[in-house]
T-cell receptor
Framework: GNSVTQMEGPVTLSEEAFLTINCTYT??????LFWYVQYPGEGLQLLLK?????DKGSNKGFEATYRKETTSFHLEKGSVQVSDSAVYFC??????????????FGGGTRVLVKP | NAGVTQTPKFRVLKTGQSMTLLCAQD?????MYWYRQDPGMGLRLIHY???????AKGEVPDGYNVSRLKKQNFLLGLESAAPSQTSVYFC??????????FGPGTRLTVL
């Protein structure tokens, strides 16, 4: 079946540092890939997505590239802010309508940015 | 446009009690989902629905039932709550291959 593995946290950084969160996946076919962010006390919000190989998703200074050859979708940001403190989830969608386009999530990575 | 809403926000139950969590969306989405979030385990799919009147089991369906009588609503029921069902529950909805939109969550404690 499908699976997503992401680095365990917590990741603690200073403001303006470079952030990388690794994500690798196992899936049949060509899934879409997502990064969701969860701020304290809130639900998940889509951060960015990529739907095919070599696509780069970007939003709010975050980027991730769909690498089919390495089955990876690593999240990066060049200069983090305190407001980026959150839990980040990597996910994939099996794109099967009959199966409800279900998402498979990684375990989440907590990021703490200190001033 | 409220998006996805969930009620209640918090609930404490005793073992054996029953309750229903309500999810509502105003985006006319076909697909709706119920997840539970536990520390270190990410989100796990409980049940989902691909349209009004249809439901299907997800990864962890035992101890839960669902109903989708109206397109905009997706109910999650616990018939006899157990401490293992202490969790944060999230509802989500989506249209076709697009992103899922999540509600704010319900924090449930079973004593």
């Amino acid at each position: 079946g499908n699976s997503v593995t992401q680095m365990e946290g917590p990741v603690t950084l200073s403001e303006e540092a470079f952030l990388t969160i690794n994500c690798t996946y196992t899936a049949t076919g060509y899934p879409s890939l997502f990064w969701y962010v969860q701020y304290p006390g809130e639900g998940l919000q889509l951060l960015l997505k990529a739907t095919k190989a070599d696509d780069k998703g970007s939003n709010k200074g975050f980027e991730a590239t769909y690498r089919k050859e390495t089955t990876s979708f690593h999240l990066e940001k060049g200069s983090v802010q305190v407001s980026d403190s959150a839990v980040y989830f990597c996910a994939l969608s099996d794109l099967s309508k009959a199966a409800g386009n279900k998402l498979t999530f990684g375990g989440g990575t907590r990021v703490l940015v200190k001033p | 446009n409220a998006g996805v809403t969930q009620t209640p926000k918090f609930r404490v139950l005793k073992t054996g009690q029953s309750m229903t969590l309500l999810c509502a969306q105003d985006m006319n989405h076909e697909y709706m989902y119920w997840y539970r979030q536990d520390p270190g385990m990410g989100l796990r799919l409980i049940h989902y629905s691909v349209g009004e009147g249809t439901t299907a089991k997800g990864e962890v369906p035992d101890g839960y039932n669902v109903s989708r009588l109206k397109k905009q609503n997706f109910l999650l029921g616990l018939e006899s709550a157990a401490p293992s069902q202490t969790s944060v529950y999230f509802c989500a909805s989506s249209y076709s291959h697009n992103e899922q939109f999540f509600g704010p969550g319900t924090r449930l404690t079973v004593l």
